[in-house]
């Protein structure tokens, strides 16, 4: 499973890869996804095995798709700010006071203590109240459909992964290279 999008929200919208299929296809791969994000499996109000998976597929491709519009400067579809507005709205904890060690402590629900999709909800919530738009970045792997935002300190990333699209890029320039200087 890549989680390589440099966010929760942006892993989950990579969650059904062109070249490696749907993870998110049935109960089983929704639980093993979640595992991997760091999720409670079954915590929350909608565990993996409670989870519909209708609603899972539905917040993906709303994310996807509001990626794209934040990426291009263009206005979200309505709709899919809605979806994510109703998993905010029915994952929202207000921060409670606690008394710990003599001291008035505010307390926030942790995103692992969520109900899964809350959590990812949450997640782009956050990260679009602070994002630079030059730095979201499709691959570049024009055979990769996997999305990222860039972190590096430059602003350069190209690819999802180095490892992966990056060598192959390396590779095949290598080739050519070598190729050409064959046929000369």
Request: glycine letters at 8%; hydrophobic letters at 45%; charged letters at 25%.
């Amino acid at each position: 499973m890549p989680f390589l999008g440099s966010r929760l929200w942006i892993d989950f919208a990579n969650s059904a890869p062109v070249a490696l299929g749907d993870f998110l296809a049935t109960p089983e791969g929704w639980a093993r996804w979640l595992a991997a994000a760091g999720l409670k499996v079954g915590s929350g109000l909608k565990g993996a095995a409670d989870a519909n998976l209708a609603d899972v597929h539905a917040l993906r491709a709303a994310l996807q798709r509001l990626f794209d519009a934040l990426e291009t400067g263009s206005r979200p579809a309505a709709p899919d700010l809605d979806l994510v507005n109703r998993h905010l709205v029915a994952g929202a904890a207000p921060p409670q006071f606690a008394w710990r060690d003599g001291r008035l402590l505010v307390e926030r629900q942790e995103a692992g203590d969520m109900d899964p999709l809350v959590a990812i909800a949450t997640d782009f919530a956050d990260f679009a109240t602070h994002y630079e738009r030059a730095r979201l970045r499709h691959c570049a792997n024009p055979e990769c459909s996997l999305i990222f935002y860039d972190t590096a300190r430059n602003g350069t990333r190209r690819w999802c992964s180095m490892s992966a699209c990056g060598n192959r890029h390396k590779v095949r320039s290598h080739r050519m290279r070598a190729a050409k200087l064959e046929c000369s």
